[in-house]
């Protein structure tokens, strides 16, 4: 498969458990922020958004906190799957060119 | 609704080479960005188009261009290729939605500069 970084933080849990993967963005002027999930050989896959004026955002198994007084954004993972395994990637709409930028990412490593 | 096709898949050339890659958005999207991922740089913004026309452009050398075409297909140019161009080059195609402009990736295109 295709290595999407090399010096990744790790996380690794046990199947079932709950998972929470960190992100602290950059600009403080965002609004708008997602989550990525990119297994390997593929492209990152949307998984859940928020915008700032909210606090949390609660999809399937999936949760997003945001905390815009410390720029920190957090992705809860409940019950976690051996299929869940991938890097987790935030993306804030904070780029000067209106672009999304991206976190270096969070490798995920579910054992069974 | 198929989903963003970006092709080659792999991609092996020459340094001092050029290189041209395809990306083909979800159906009635009409923006396109690109961004490169590598390892030690992450997922960095190349360009955005709409429309045929580039809307914004990330910090990387004029080697690096697009176009995109009436139907929303999009191309990137890479010129005088080196070896640090060597990633996976990924292309979106974005729409806005309820809460923010959604970006939907293709698998990318995987070039090894040698």
């Known amino acids: 498969g295709e290595s999407v970084g090399l010096h990744l933080p790790t996380l690794s849990v046990q199947e079932g458990d709950n998972s929470i993967i960190n992100c602290a963005y950059s600009?403080?002027?965002?609004?708008?922020f997602i989550w990525y999930k990119q297994e390997s050989g593929k492209g990152p896959q949307f998984i859940i958004d928020?915008?700032?004026?909210?606090d949390k955002r609660q999809g399937q198994r999936v949760t997003v906190l945001l905390n815009k007084t410390v720029k920190h954004l957090s992705l809860q993972i409940a019950a976690t799957q051996p299929g869940d395994s991938a890097v987790y990637f935030c993306?804030?709409?904070?780029?000067?060119?209106?672009?999304?930028?991206f976190g270096k990412g969070t490798k995920l490593s579910v054992k069974p | 609704k198929a989903g963003v096709t970006q092709t080659p898949r792999y991609l092996i050339k020459t340094r001092g080479q050029q290189v041209t890659l395809s990306c083909s958005p979800i159906?009635?999207?009409?923006?396109v960005s690109w961004y490169q991922q590598t390892p030690g740089q992450g997922l960095q913004f190349l360009f955005e188009?709409?429309?045929?026309?580039?809307?914004n452009k990330g910090n990387f050398p004029g080697r690096f261009s697009g176009r995109q075409f009436s139907n929303s297909r999009s191309e990137m140019n890479v010129s005088t290729l080196e070896l640090g161009d060597s990633a996976l080059y990924l292309c979106?195609?974005?729409?806005?939605?309820?809460?923010?402009?959604?970006?939907?990736f293709g698998q990318g295109t995987r070039l090894t500069v040698v």
């Open positions: 600009n403080s002027a965002s609004d708008y």
């Open positions: 993306a804030e709409n904070g780029g000067s060119q209106g672009n999304l930028i």
């Open positions: 928020i915008r700032s004026n909210m």
């Open positions: 979106a195609s974005t729409v806005l939605g309820g809460y923010g402009t959604e970006a939907f």
């Open positions: 188009y709409f429309s045929e026309t580039q809307r």
């Open positions: 159906s009635g999207h009409r923006s």
